[in-house]
T-cell receptor, first 113, second 109 residues
Framework: NAGVTQTPKFRILKIGQSMTLQCTQD?????MYWYRQDPGMGLKLIYY???????DKGEVPNGYNVSRSTTEDFPLRLELAAPSQTSVYFC????????????FGPGTRLTVL | QKEVEQNSGPLSVPEGAIASLNCTYSDRGSQSFFWYRQYSGKSPELIMF????GDKEDGRFTAQLNKASQYVSLLIRDSQPSDSATYLCAVNSNNDMRFGAGTRLTVKP
């Protein structure tokens, strides 16, 4: 199993550009999450999904959109990138909310200039 | 507002000592509590989780939960230089996972 994979690893965007961060898991997990981590800070939940076709907002959803058309994929869309979105983005998956472990992807480091 | 607070550190302990990491949370409805370790430039990895009041031991790690005081801690016994990392406390309440800013631990040989 590859676990949770994220692409790209690094990206530089100009203000106002858009992009999609890809996240795929091959563990057949129902729950998937998107977090951002600013320097020296903990993770903040952007969006999460409890299964295909179901998504919900987390703590910091503004400026982002998600979709969950399959169990495996949970892309995060940035529209009109802003410098405040410069961060490291982590995707994670979990079997169900009552199980223990969230498996994290390696992260995407995004810089908006 | 749901808050999770940790001392940012850095916390420095000598090799072989006990490292004690603390975390407080504001949401009394929180159900599950997690400790993650994050090496610099890497993604978080789960060390321990705890749901019930009391202690939970796993090897050199012990998690302690006191829901009345809204306090969760992690003890690392016989600390090793490889334990040097940032430790993130996370609290889950109805799918809303909140993380603390992390405590940076350095174990000196």
């Amino acid at each position: 199993n590859a676990g949770v994979t994220q692409t790209p690893k690094f990206r530089i965007l100009k203000i106002g550009q858009s992009m999609t961060l890809q996240c795929t898991q091959d563990m057949n997990h129902n729950y998937m999450y998107w977090y951002r981590q600013d320097p020296g800070m903990g993770l903040k939940l952007i969006y999460y999904s409890v299964g295909a076709g179901i998504t919900d907002k987390g703590e910091v959803p503004n400026g982002y959109n998600v979709s969950r058309s399959t169990t495996e994929d949970f892309p995060l869309r940035l529209e009109l990138a802003a410098p405040s979105q410069t961060s490291v983005y982590f995707c994670a998956s979990q079997v169900t909310v009552s199980t223990d472990t969230q498996y994290f992807g390696p992260g995407t480091r995004l810089t908006v200039l | 507002q749901k808050e999770v607070e940790q001392n940012s550190g850095p916390l420095s302990v000598p090799e072989g000592a006990i490292a004690s990491l603390n975390c407080t949370y504001s949401d009394r409805g929180s159900q599950s509590f997690f400790w993650y370790r994050q090496y610099s430039g890497k993604s978080p990895e789960l060390i321990m989780f705890i749901y019930s009041n009391g202690d939970k031991e796993d090897g050199r790690f012990t998690a302690q939960l006191n829901k009345a005081s809204q306090y969760v801690s992690l003890l690392i016994r016989d600390s090793q230089p490889s334990d040097s990392a940032t430790y993130l406390c996370a609290v889950n309440s109805n799918n809303d996972m909140r993380f603390g800013a992390g405590t940076r631990l350095t174990v000196k040989p």
